[in-house]
Every structure is written in C-alpha cells, then in structure tokens.
C-alpha cells in the first residue's frame, strides 16, 4: 500500500509555493486549515519533487564570492540576497522590503560598497566606494 500523503490539496499547495509564500506561513496553514502539523523541509521536498521553480534567487553580479559557511549571514550578504530576489522580480516581505532600502540608503548616504574577505573573522566590510565601483558590492580581482 503506498505511503498516505500529507498534502490535502496539491494545487492549493503549488500555488501558495508559486505565490511565494515561505515555508513557515505554509506549515502554519496547514496546521491552522488541516489541522496537520508539517515541517518546512517536507515542504522543500514536496517543491523539488513537483519541479516548481527555486526559492533562492543567485546573482553572481551582486554575490560573486565563494562565501565560506561562517560569512553566510552576515548582515551584508543577507541584505545583497533580498535585493537579487528584487531585481529577479520577487516580491518581499515588507518588512524586508524596508530593512533594504534603509540598508541601501545607507550605503548611498556613506558612498561605501560591500567588500568580502574571506581570510578574516567577519568577512563583510563596508568601504568607500571608487569610481571603478558600479553596484553595491567592490568586485573581486579576476585571477590571472
């Protein structure tokens, strides 16, 4: 006999995935509605099994280092991974929305860019910005 399945309604389920809602809002849902306690990796799972599109959104122009584990939640890089899901076109929570365009004004206000050194303990830095500086970030030397 196969395994009986969590999801109650597939499509209601895509759908919210295709909406973008985030995992969490979905196990509460689900819980809330079903009255049946998921996880977020069972939903991960069930989007990857379903071929729906990929929550994260990589941009090498905005992130093009190699960012080691203990840097990858850096405010900064945090802040460069919601402004590549806006300009992939996916919309935000609000308050991320505004923690971003603060961040961003911010930036603009203390003409710095984000500067990565994986060789450090803090690995994001905020330097002044030089002409050759054309995004948010300083990017890194090409290796020869």
């Known amino acids: 006999m196969p395994a009986k399945t969590l999801v109650q309604n597939e499509q ?3 759908g919210w995935i295709e909406e973008g809602k985030d995992y969490q809002w979905i196990v ?3 819980l809330e509605k079903y009255k049946i306690q998921t996880t977020t990796s069972m939903w991960a799972t069930f989007r990857h099994r379903k071929g ?3 929550r994260l959104t990589r941009d090498t122009n905005l992130i093009p280092w190699e960012v080691k ?3 990858r939640w850096a405010y900064p890089v945090v802040m460069l991974r919601f402004e590549a899901r806006r ?3 996916n919309q935000l929570k609000p308050a991320d929305e505004s923690r971003l365009d ?3 004004a911010e930036r603009k206000h203390e003409n710095t860019v984000v500067y990565y ?3 450090t303990e803090d690995g994001f830095f905020y330097v002044p910005r030089e ?3 054309k995004d948010l970030i300083r990017q890194p030397q090409k290796r020869q």
Do not use: F, Q, T, V
């Open 102 to 104: 603060s961040w961003i």
């Open 117 to 119: 050194d994986p060789a």
């Open 131 to 133: 002409k050759s500086d």
């Open 87 to 89: 300009r992939a076109g």
């Open 28 to 30: 509460d849902k689900y």
């Open 12 to 14: 209601e389920a895509i």
């Open 69 to 71: 584990p203990e840097h």
């Open 52 to 54: 729906l599109k990929r």
